[in-house]
């Protein structure tokens, strides 16, 4: 499945894409190798991110120019708050950890220094700056899911790979991926290479990126 | 059904609530005296009202302090957007004009005071700020709707009446008013109206409800 | 003095500018016809237009992408904060309004539609739509002002004209007409009409100069 | 001189205050051991910090209440954009780094964290969000500055030390000090700690001086 040919370029152009997608941490999602404490410790952290993430979604709804940015935008905000972190919510529920909890977790500053990146990348520039920043995290671990579904060697993270393999997730990076390629397309024109935003746009995406290793690297330190 | 003690306590002290509830223009829906011409000059600027206030309500996503509060948000943007704009897309479409058209109305002067003021709400202060904002157009709707559901001499408008009095949208309006309650109480405490911000939110309240007066005043003027 | 050429084409393409520039308010200015109470009026929604025309320039600091850029926004804050509205407090104490009045004054709908249609345009998008919409205000004083101060008939109003046909004031507007044009091209190459968001700029502008035109005419009906 | 009652409360409630005012590169100034490189370091990324920390002192202009509030933010933004920042550009130059290599620095994890940070407290709550997160950074320094100026065993860093010891910085500290203590009895009263609010303006607080800890520990690790 096709996630768009902006989000491919700015990918093909960031040095960081293979150090976050093929990162020690997703390895040891595939192979099994991962502690289950890490594993915890990651969800934790991830569930604040969500939050923080889905805040950055809403912020994309204030800023859309057409009725369907709109809609694209508000529904991935109820997917994340009230479907992708369910399952957050349940494993951690299965370890003994309820919601509250989870909320209460205090955040690392691999993780703050992401998703605030992201709100600033919003409220600083317009819809584009922001999905540049959004990008690398959703589309992202789409393809993650997706290489560790046809790669896993070990099920014992099974239903952290199916959801984010599964055709419901694949579908919200695609549209999200047209999304991206429309909003762009609207706002820079058919040659967006050719605009001069482009290089601070591929720059948004690439820091994007390097905030996620950290986030991996963070998940591999309890 | 209760809408809630601050939302009762900001009405009860807005002298200009019976000139918005019993308007002129509201009258005119009850009784069907209200001209076709201006119930649709009426849709088309609400469309775009719509547009801009599911933004704010957005904005309330990205100002919550709990997950219940961020829920609540994210649900009212998704019903607004893809449920009670339904009624204005549907009603217009009857008479010939399509969504597309809709979103290029030009927006009245009286319209867009009222968002901008409601988004300006939200980005100077806090959660609350913002809510004291938008609580007028929401619950008021719903006082609006169920008035008229009760007293309406006329069947012209039954499908405007029967949305905002039916169980759905009164559910809203209940969970809305109990939004306000627990985010006035988790900031301003047990007593919220011995808070220096009481008098501001109140001012708040007023403002926007000196508002929709302008806009049934617009929707009686073509 | 040239205002730069962004602001000139922008202004070009408006055709409310004329309505906005010579108002019959401006002329009442100019030939000393308009009455006091109007002016005193006037200066009142004015200073409350300029606070929250102030947080404007505020908003354009924390949205700017070069030093540049948010020297001169910090510089026009200030300027407008400490400079221009001493116009208006000194103008209104010898008519023995004091500034704290002058801050409670209520706000009429035509003064807050103007100033949050300007906060939401850089709320909602980027520096250069925030600056399509503070354009109109501020460059279209000095075109007024250069316009009176060569024609004016009468002295009544000798200090308001003098005020924006000052050097300073017109170097305000000169070096915010340069601001425009950097970052402009900037954001849309050295030929921005070409790019898909000019249209949408000049839409901002024009909507702003109505805006202005509202305000004239309030300023007229006290 | 006195910096107010609320950031001495927030201050003596911070276990990490000492962590950040007695760090190793805080003695490092003091006593002339900082490695020159690992100072011209710390001075890029300062800079950097210093225009995002420009952007959100401009955030607060565009949050506050009342004129008193926007004056002294303003104030504080051309300060600090305009004054502080020249003895970043002043001491690089000396050292061969022109102002652009400045702004091109590459921002550091730890640094971006903490402007964003502060920023996203601005832009999710209130004027006394955002100042509980700008306090640790601006009277910090200033309490650094005064106690290595009657400490110091060395001058290498004398033209450091003096910046944030002279009376002109103090003043700045004792300004915003005053500022903190108008706008948060003016939001929550004349006994904030009983707000509900308190616990997290005090956890805001507490956040930013542990990210100040982290941008220490950065600076001594070019």
Redesign the interface.
């Known amino acids: 499945m096709s996630y768009g040919s902006t989000f491919t370029a700015w990918r093909d152009a960031t040095p960081a894409w293979p150090a976050y997608t093929r990162h020690a941490f997703v390895q040891g999602l595939g192979d099994g190798s991962l502690p289950r404490g890490a594993f915890l410790h990651y969800l934790k952290q991830d569930y604040v991110f969500l ?1 923080h993430f ?3 979604w ?2 994309a ?7 369907e940015e ?2 694209l ?3 991935t ?2 997917g994340l ?2 479907e992708e972190i369910a399952l957050h919510i349940k494993t951690c529920a299965k370890a003994g950890i309820d ?1 509250e909890t989870l ?1 209460a977790t205090e955040e690392r ?2 993780n ?2 992401y998703t ?2 992201v ?2 990348a919003g ?4 819809l584009i ?1 922001l999905l540049a920043a959004l990008a690398p995290c959703v589309i992202g671990y789409g393809e993650i899911g997706t290489h560790l579904a046809a790669n896993k060697t070990s099920d014992t993270y099974a239903d952290w790979i199916s959801t984010y393999a599964s055709g419901e997730y694949q579908k919200v990076c695609h549209d999200v991926g047209a999304l991206i390629d429309g909003a762009v ?5 058919s040659d967006p290479k ?4 482009w290089k ?1 746009l591929q720059a948004r995406f690439a ?1 994007a990126t ?2 996620e290793v ?1 986030f991996w690297d963070m998940g591999l330190d309890p």
Do not use: C, W
């Open positions: 939050i889905s805040r950055a809403a912020l709804v204030t800023k859309a120019d057409t009725v709109m809609r935008a508000a529904g905000v109820n708050i009230n919601e909320f500053q691999e703050l220094a605030r990146y709100l600033d409220h600083s520039g317009d700056d397309s609207r706002r820079l024109g050719a605009s001069p935003r601070s820091t390097k905030l950290g």
